[in-house]
Each structure stands twice: as C-alpha cells, then as structure tokens.
C-alpha cells in the first residue's frame, strides 16, 4: 500500500501550492487556531509563578489542556449536527467555526476578570473553559482543511496553517508577556512586585485580537460536501433491521452508533492490523516535544530570564524560526514524500532536547545561547509538526472529517500531555539536565515506528 500525499519533480512546482487559495486561506485559520493555546497555559504558567504558585502545582495545571486530548468525544456532534441559525447563515463549517470563535472570546475575557493570585480556583475554570472552546474550534478548522481541498495540498495547507498558527503563538505569548511586562508599574519581587492590571489587560488584548479569525471565519469560503459513498453494507443491514423493529427508541441508539462508533470501524476497516502501529505512532510522535514544552518557560524563568527576554526570543524569534521549519517541511514533503520527512522530523525534535540540558548543565543565562537552542528546537518542530498534520489528514475519510481527524488528533496529546504533567515533579527530584535528557530519550521508539510504518504501507 504506498503512501497517498504526492511528490513532486522539481522545487518550483513544489512552491507553487504555496500560492493557492485553499493554501492562504489555511494561514488566517491557523491563526485563529494557535491564538487560545498559549492563554490556556504557557502564557498563563508565567501569570502562576509570578503569583507564587509552585512549580508542581503549574505541572499539574497543564493537565487543563487535556481537553484538545478528549475532543474526539464531541467531535462527531459537529460532523452531525447543524447549528440551527448560524449553519444556516454561513453554512456547516463555517457556522460551527463562528460558534467556537465567541466561546473563545468570553473564556479569554473570563480569565482576565479573575485575579490568579486571590481566586486560583476560577482561573483554572475559565482555562478549562478556554481549552473546551479552542479545541471545538481547532476540531472544525482540521475539518475544514480536510474538505478544502485534496490530498496534494495538504503539505501546503499544514504548513500555511502553522504559519499562521505561530504567528497567532507569537501573539498570545510575546504578545501578552510584552503588554504585561509594559504595564507593569509595581517594583518588586514575587507577590510584592505583582501586578494584577497588566495581565488583565494582557489578557484582554488577546479577546480583541481573535477579532482576525472572526473577519476570516466571515469571508472564506464554505467547503464543497464531500460526495457520497455508498453505504457499508454491514451498517446498511443494521439500519434496515432498526427500521424493520418500527422501535423508535431504537433510533438514538442506532444514530450514536452511526456517527460515534463508525467513524472508529471504519479506520480499523481501512488499516486492520497496520492500524495498531499507526495508533502508536499518533499517541507518541509528539512526546518529547510536548512533555519538555510544559517546563520551558518555567526552566527560562528559573534561569533568571526576565519575562520579556523568554517573550521575544522563547516566543517571537523561536516561532519564526519555527514558520520557516513549515514551510521547509511543506516543500521536502511535497519532493520526497510525507513519511520521510516525519522520519526527519523525529529524529529532530527528540535530539533537539538535549540542547536545552546542555543548557542546563552550564546554567546559562546568556542570550546568544538561548537564541541557539531556540532555533534548533523550533527549525526541529516546525519540520515535524508539518510532517505530522500531513499524514493525519491522509488516513482520513472525508465522510468523517471531524470526528477522525480529532481522534487521531486526540490520542497524539492525551499520553504526552498526561506524563507532561509529572514534569515539576521529576525536575524537583532530580535536575534540569536529567529531565531534558529523558525527554530525548523517549523519543526513540518514535523513530522505529515511523520505519515499521513506512515498511507495512508499502508492501
């Protein structure tokens, strides 16, 4: 079975794709995408330790973001059902895409009108809040991209989507961290030099700048409907049986099963057993990334960066670098095919880690070397991440859209994210250097993956 995403001759029709439509219509999603994610909790970790909130209680926190790992649980309400007024308006996507966007909003302003440091409690609601709505939104936008346009574009569409994505990143983490570290008037260190105004307004910026995906939401285009296939004949046989019982309470049961259970079948259909080492691949590819990513800014902090220093180099040159990463993934990918560069990507992204316990062994706080192991870190992430959207969207079926990208979007963060939030623990108990190590090192199993992938799809 060979891989379905195309390659492509020569380096000039492989940027071509970049100037297409559906490819720019992809950056301005992905910024309305990548602005809630920081909010939730990178951004809002800086808010928590300047409150003096400890270092395992903001691991435990990160958990928050969860809720982008079980968004495979309400993804099949937006394959399903139409939005009464607003679908109507603006169509399917875009109508539940509008939705998302002001549950975003509120949750933002909702995070701003609370004091961390005198209700910690309702700060993390509203983060769980945010996180629910950013992750409906990024489960229409996946949908959206997967409707969009064919399987050629999607190395294009991935990585235009992350530019944007990084950008909005750049927005919701160097840009809050410089607006609260403007405002901040009050002298001092921990609690006494704490300055609730200045991350409220931080915050507040945040709501207004989602405004850019709302206008984006407004004029791009609706996506074609996918055309119909004809119906599995097993599903066909239990509706007909569902029909024949002239039960109607039969029917619930039948319509969960058909948008909840199918979506499910239908890829263990497609892959049999392949699919177990592709689910494999999809919980892990993303480990060292994600499980490092939850004490980075913690460990610059710790290192005496100040606030503004980890915003514009953690935040606005890393991400750049980061935008390049994609775009350079979108063109390999496009020439040599998804699967190698996936490969690449992991190899990368795991030894990129042990950069930053370098860093911690010689205690660094000198900028240059930040700004190095930054630009490894993030050329590394962007390869990988475009790499990795690329494949996702090729194992899925257009007629489940929503429901199977979220699920394989799902399981990809719920064993990172879960283990991400032992990492104050495992740094309290050990060192800096011993936890950016062992994020490398588990890694490795990605890589064999990857070649077990690589060899069963193309028997």
């Not at 990492?423 to 070649?451: K, R």
Request: hydrophobic share 55%.
């Amino acid at each position: 079975m060979s891989h379905p995403i195309e390659k492509q001759n020569s380096w000039r029709d492989a940027f071509q794709v970049y100037l297409s439509r559906p490819a720019i219509t992809m950056f301005f999603l992905g910024y309305s995408s990548g602005l809630p994610i920081l909010l939730v909790f990178s951004t809002l970790s800086i808010w928590l330790r300047e409150v003096e909130i400890s270092r395992a209680d903001i691991g435990f926190f990160s958990w928050i973001a969860l809720a982008y790992g079980f968004k495979f649980v309400w993804a099949p309400l937006i394959d399903a059902v139409k939005l009464p007024v607003l679908c109507n308006l603006l169509g399917r996507r875009r109508g539940w895409l509008f939705f998302a966007q002001c549950l975003v909003i509120l949750a933002i302003c909702g995070i701003a009108f609370n004091d961390a440091a005198i209700d910690a409690t309702t700060t993390a609601m509203m983060a769980a809040a945010l996180a629910f709505a950013g992750a409906t939104q990024d489960i229409v936008i996946d949908a959206y991209r997967i409707e969009r346009a064919d399987e050629s574009y999607q190395g294009a569409m991935a990585a235009t989507y992350t530019a944007g994505y990084r950008i909005a990143m750049i927005l919701a983490g160097a840009g809050a961290l410089e607006i609260a570290g403007l405002l901040d008037v009050v002298e001092g260190d921990g609690l006494a030099g704490y300055d609730y105004n200045a991350w409220k307004w931080a915050y507040l910026s945040m709501a207004f700048a989602m405004g850019i995906g709302i206008i984006a939401t407004l004029v791009i285009k609706e996506p074609d409907q996918p055309e119909q296939q004809e119906a599995d004949p097993w599903l066909s046989e239990i509706e007909h049986k569902v029909e024949e019982t002239q039960n109607p309470a039969l029917k619930p049961f039948f319509w969960i099963f058909h948008h909840f259970i199918w979506p499910i079948i239908d890829f263990v259909q497609r892959y049999r057993m392949i699919a177990i080492v592709i689910l494999a691949l999809i919980a892990t590819y993303r480990i060292s990334d994600i499980v490092m990513g939850v004490m980075a800014n913690v460990f610059y902090t710790d290192l005496g960066f100040a606030k503004e220093e980890i915003g514009r180099f953690s935040k606005v040159f890393g991400l750049i670098v980061t935008i390049g990463g994609t775009f350079l993934g979108g063109l390999l990918i496009r020439r040599y095919g998804v699967l190698k560069i996936l490969l690449i990507g992991a190899i990368l992204a795991a030894g990129s880690n042990l950069l930053f316990a370098y860093m911690a062994y010689i205690q660094s706080s000198n900028l240059t070397t930040l700004a190095l192991v930054i630009s490894a870190d993030n050329l590394s992430a962007g390869i990988a991440s475009a790499a990795f959207i690329a494949y996702l969207s090729s194992l899925v079926n257009k007629q489940f859209s929503a429901s199977q990208y979220a699920l394989y979007t799902s399981i990809m963060v719920i064993l990172p994210k879960f283990l991400g939030g032992f990492s104050g623990i495992v740094v309290d108990a050990s060192s800096w250097e011993v936890f950016f190590i062992g994020t490398a090192l588990i890694g490795i199993p990605v890589i064999f993956l990857i070649l077990a992938v690589e060899k069963l799809t193309n028997k």
